[in-house]
């Protein structure tokens, strides 16, 4: 199947600058999507078509992701490539 109008700019993703958000143990995050498969859709090709989740991009793929650093963390380590200790810190 083909998606002549399929934009891959609909895979939005959103990044909070470094130092702006602290969460608090206990915390729960939540992502929440809604596909559109209705006649109603202008982009979807087939609403006949019940559509799934997978890994094609006919199918539904949302997935929610987050990625976080402990305030303890160390970043932007230098390491010795002789080595590989730390070489200074930054």
């Known amino acids: 199947m083909q998606i002549p109008k399929y934009n891959f700019e609909w895979q939005l993703g959103h990044e ?3 130092g ?3 969460l608090v143990a206990g ?3 939540e992502a929440v999507a ?3 498969n209705s006649a109603f859709n202008a982009f979807n090709p087939d609403p006949t078509r019940v559509v799934r989740y997978g890994v094609q991009t006919v199918d539904e793929m949302f997935n ?6 402990a305030d303890r963390e160390q970043l932007n380590l230098k390491l010795d490539p002789k080595t590989g200790q730390i ?3 930054n």
Do not use: L
């Open 20 to 22: 702006d958000k602290h």
């Open 27 to 29: 915390t729960t995050v």
């Open 34 to 36: 809604h596909f559109d």
């Open 64 to 69: 929610g992701f987050i990625f976080n650093v």
């Open 87 to 89: 070489a200074t810190k």
């Open 16 to 18: 909070i600058k470094a």
